[in-house]
Structure formats: structure tokens, C-alpha cells
């Protein structure tokens, strides 16, 4: 999964998209593009949140129609899931809202697969509840993504252990390279990052299992209206995955 953090215009997410598809079509990689229709989740008041969410959603479903590639967007709240069903293939609940049960149940109601990120506060055993309220809800496409655990006020760490407990659920697991290496609660009201660490935290979840990677890229993080801070320059995104590629079939060779 990788895309830019928010869906900024339609050019710059034409452009990002072009990019990611072409260099997962020359590494046989599959793909899922992504981008938040609006942030909801800022710190500040100030912060940029979307270009409208209709707008952004119809971005979304062109990147989908014109290259048929699968997308995938956050959501919110319950109310938003059969909206945004019908632009995306793949709805996301983000971390801070996986125990939701009316969000976890709306999703699971459209028929989409459910990413489900695994909240920075809980267990990976305690996910196991998020993939039974949306099984129990009629929908076995259930994936779940790892996207680091508070570590103290300001950083996040990521326990590998995650990877063959929630695999042990039956369903597919993603690493987020980018989310967990957030720096939250900064003083200065824009979250940090440490993106030097990205292929570290990639190589060792491809390492332990992972399924996928999710992975937030744009040419000019710096310029990027969210999550600038630990963004993958799009540049380095090839390189990276040509790793990745060699790391997994090492990994499928060994079991």
C-alpha cells in the first residue's frame, strides 16, 4: 500500500500514482494506492484536512479506473463507510479508532476489505477482536497493519512479535513503515519523523512474515501539506522495494 498522506490535488496524486504503479509493475509487485480523502486526526486547529471529500474521493476512484489499481482511504466514523465504499476498494480504520465497534461494523457492512491499523496503545493479541467484530459481521477480508506502540510521550517502537501473533488470526498483515516512525506530541504542534529508519523498520518486518508493506511516499515531503515529517521521498521508493523483493523470497525460502 503507498501513496501520499492526503490527497492534495488531482495532479499531484496523477503524478504520485503514475510513478508507484510503474515501479511496482518493473518489481511484480501488487498494489494498493493510497490516500486520505480528509485527515481528521491534526493536532492543530490550523492544519490542513482536505480538498473536500468528494473531490478527493472521485481522485481516488480515478486513480482506480484509469489504471486499475485497487485504492484504499481512511475513514472516520460509521457514517462515512458506505460513502466512501463506493469510491475505494479497501477501507482503512485508523489506529486510535480499531476498537470502534460501530465504525469496525459499518465497514464491514460495505462488502470492502477492512484494514484495520493496530492501535499504538494495545496488544497485538487484542486485535483478534477487531478481526471477530468484522468477521461476525459477514466480512472475512480482514487485514491488519502494524503501525507501531507509544513508546513514552514522543516516539513509537515496533514489536515484531506483532507479525506471526496476528498472522496467527488467519488474516494478511502490513507493516506501516512511515505512521511508526512518527514523533507525536511535539511542542511545536506538527507531528515529527525519522524517515532515515524506514528501510530498517521494512527490511525487519519482511523479515519476521509481514505480508505487505504500507508505505506514505511524495517527491517533496518537505512541501507536503501532512505527515511531511516521515514521508518517503518518491525518489527512493524503487531502490527500496528492489530490497524488499530479494528480502521476502529469502523469507518464503526459509519456510
Do not use: W
Not at 490550523?46 to 480538498?51: A, N, V
Not at 461494523?105 to 462488502?111: F, I, K, L, P
Not at 531502490?239 to 524488499?244: A, F, Q, T, V, Y
Amino acid at each position: 500500500m503507498a501513496g501520499p498522506c492526503a490527497i492534495e490535488g488531482e495532479s499531484i496524486a496523477i503524478s504520485i500514482a503514475e510513478r508507484i504503479i510503474s515501479i511496482c509493475k518493473r518489481l511484480e509487485i501488487p498494489l494498493v494506492f493510497k490516500g486520505s480523502y480528509r485527515k481528521a486526526n491534526r493536532t492543530r486547529l490550523d492544519s490542513f484536512t482536505g480538498i473536500g471529500d468528494v473531490q478527493a474521493l472521485q481522485i481516488l476512484k480515478k486513480v482506480r479506473d484509469t489504471y486499475g489499481v485497487p485504492v484504499v482511504t481512511d475513514i472516520h466514523a460509521a457514517n462515512e463507510a458506505a460513502m466512501a465504499a463506493e469510491y475505494v476498494d479497501v477501507l482503512q480504520i485508523p489506529a486510535f479508532l480499531c476498537r470502534q465497534t460501530d465504525i469496525l461494523v459499518a465497514a464491514a457492512e460495505t462488502g470492502k476489505t477492512v484494514n484495520v491499523k493496530k492501535g499504538q496503545f494495545l496488544s497485538p493479541e487484542a486485535m483478534q477482536f477487531a478481526v471477530d467484530k468484522i468477521q461476525q459481521s459477514g466480512n472475512s477480508q480482514v487485514i491488519l497493519t502494524d503501525r507501531g506502540t507509544t513508546f513514552g510521550y514522543q516516539d513509537l517502537v515496533v514489536d515484531y512479535r506483532s507479525f506471526p501473533t496476528m498472522k496467527a488470526m488467519n488474516v494478511p498483515t502490513v507493516m506501516d513503515c512511515t505512521h511508526s516512525l512518527q514523533q507525536p506530541n511535539q511542542t511545536s504542534g506538527i507531528t515529527g519523523g525519522n524517515p532515515a529508519m524506514i528501510e530498517t523498520i521494512a527490511r525487519a518486518a519482511i523479515a519476521v512474515g509481514a505480508d505487505g508493506l504500507f508505505i506514505e511516499t511524495h517527491p517533496d515531503p518537505k512541501n507536503a501539506k501532512s505527515d511531511g515529517a516521515n514521508m518517503l521521498h518518491l525518489d527512493l521508493l524503487e531502490p527500496l522495494l528492489g530490497k524488499m523483493v530479494v528480502l521476502r523470497k529469502a523469507y518464503l525460502d526459509t519456510i
